[in-house]
């Protein structure tokens, strides 16, 4: 009896170990025959992309349990990322905070951080830490800002670095620079053998990034473009803390840390900010998104124009949103995406 009840205890546990695995795509996405074999609504999302027909939505993939739920519009097109590169340059960070190359302490004087017209001593005093979280209180021009940075910058406000939440292109960009200086690595190069690589994008490659410079700043913005699918596979692998089947692409204790609530960003009109991503928080102010209820522990990407990534960790789910913004004047509104978001949530069961 003992014999069979062990026996009947091991199938129990390798069949639930087997519900478990964690799918990832091969070269190719798999996806599901019918929405309805990954608990969604097929009628539901028929209504969802139907409204978004009627906005400027170029793209969207809709991702659970590692496979395509559902997908439409021009999933393969690669499409600027804008404001979405920050969130790549942050996972980049992780390997090299893990080993030391990066100090998260170290102060931009003692890096040899500077600009024109040169820091002053307190700014000076700001460490990679604060630049990651928008937090240096350095409130130079930078490049590749928005009207809207540009109007809520808080110029002339004296402040110690650490102390005040600014969504800064200032912090963004130096944070390129010192990632280049210290590596030794372009970023687009790194962002293809580090990351896109690693995880199969199946179309990205270093040739489509660009750096952009000008008068405002020495340190340069780090745009590039990228499809729906690929951008997807990115989502998948923070998804999973990381991990890329066996591979531990970015290290788990950063993927934690940094898209974790560490800001209050109403000055943004939106919940939180942790480094280098949005993330969701109930008690504050503002929601993730308008027209939705997005839970906490829920983070996303945001690129101008309409461009987002939702990471859901605890329903694993990812929507990917894009637009095509090198077409003037096309632009999805954050109202816009929070009604289709809350439409694609509604149609899972």
């Not at 390129?176 to 690693?198: S, W, Y």
């Not at 788990?252 to 480094?275: F, K, N, P, Q």
């Not at 969701?280 to 929601?287: E, G, L, S, T």
């Amino acid at each position: 009896m003992a014999s069979i009840f062990s026996f009947l205890l091991i199938a129990v546990f390798m069949a639930a170990s087997a519900n478990d695995v964690e799918h990832f795509p091969g070269e190719s996405w798999d996806k599901a025959v019918e929405p309805e074999d990954l608990g969604f609504s097929s009628v539901e999302l028929a209504l969802a992309r139907e409204y978004s027909e009627t906005i400027a939505t170029a793209a969207v993939v809709i991702v659970s349990e590692g496979m395509i739920v559902d997908e439409w519009g021009q999933v393969d097109t690669k499409y600027m990322t804008h404001s979405i590169r920050k969130s790549f340059l942050s996972a980049l960070y992780g390997n090299y905070l893990a080993d030391g190359t990066i100090p998260m302490e170290a102060s931009m004087e003692e890096l040899g951080i500077d600009d024109e017209p040169p820091l002053t001593q307190m700014e000076r005093t700001a460490t990679v830490r604060d630049l990651l979280k928008s937090r240096s209180g350095i409130y130079h021009d930078a490049l590749y800002e928005s009207q809207r940075m540009k109007d809520l910058k808080p110029t002339g406000l004296i402040v110690t670095p650490g102390t005040h939440w600014y969504y800064n292109n200032w912090d963004f960009n130096a944070s390129g620079t010192i990632f280049m200086e210290l590596t030794g690595k372009d970023i687009f190069e790194a962002i293809e053998e580090e990351i896109a690589r690693p995880i199969g994008m199946e179309q990205f490659e270093a040739a489509d990034g660009w750096y952009v410079t000008g008068e405002e700043s020495i340190h340069p913005a780090y745009p590039f473009a990228v499809n729906a699918r690929d951008l997807a596979r990115f989502g998948l692998l923070m998804l999973r803390n990381g991990r890329w089947k066996d591979q531990q692409v970015i290290p788990e204790e950063w993927v934690y840390e940094s898209t974790r609530y560490h800001s209050d960003a109403t000055l943004y009109e939106a919940d939180g900010y942790g480094y280098m991503w949005w993330v969701a928080r109930d008690f504050n102010k503002y929601p993730h998104y308008p027209e939705v209820d997005v839970p906490d522990g829920a983070y996303s990407a945001r690129g101008a124009g309409g461009h987002h990534m939702v990471i859901f960790p605890d329903d694993d789910l990812i929507i990917v949103h894009r637009v095509d913004t090198y077409e003037p004047g096309n632009r999805v509104s954050d109202e816009e995406f929070g009604t289709l978001l809350r439409m694609i949530l509604e149609a899972r069961k």
